[in-house]
Nanobody, 123 residues
């Protein structure tokens, strides 16, 4: 059974930092492309960042480029999202997702999802 479990969310002041983790089990993690998405109340789920399998190529939404960094540690079966210079508009529930073929910005293409972790940025 495949499981993705996010952690690291919380309440932080604007300008602060958080690091989200996504721990995978039940499959060969290095074979998964990983993505981070977020969803704020009343809004659609939106792409944040992705990292490909094997090569580790990264892609970011324009809104987080230069502030967020996605990474992965295949030995630990974990993906990360380092979030710096956080803004109130970053407030959302953050989800990690795994894809068996490629990294993409389209949430519907991902095969596995975690339950999410809440990030709240106060002004």
């Amino acid at each position: 059974q495949v499981q993705l479990v996010e952690s690291g969310g919380g309440l932080v002041q604007a300008g602060g930092s958080l690091r989200l983790s996504c721990a995978a089990s039940g499959l060969t993690f290095s074979n998964l492309a990983m993505g981070w998405f977020r969803q704020a109340p009343g809004k659609e789920r939106e792409f944040v960042a992705s990292i490909s399998r094997y090569v580790g190529s990264t892609n970011y939404a324009d809104s987080v480029k230069g502030r967020f960094t996605i990474s992965r540690d295949n030995a630990k079966r974990t993906a990360y999202l380092q979030m710096n210079s956080l803004k109130p508009e970053d407030t959302a529930r953050y989800y990690c997702a795994g894809d068996r073929t490629r990294a993409t910005i389209t949430p519907e293409e991902y095969d596995y999802w975690g339950q999410g972790t809440q990030v709240t940025v106060s002004s």
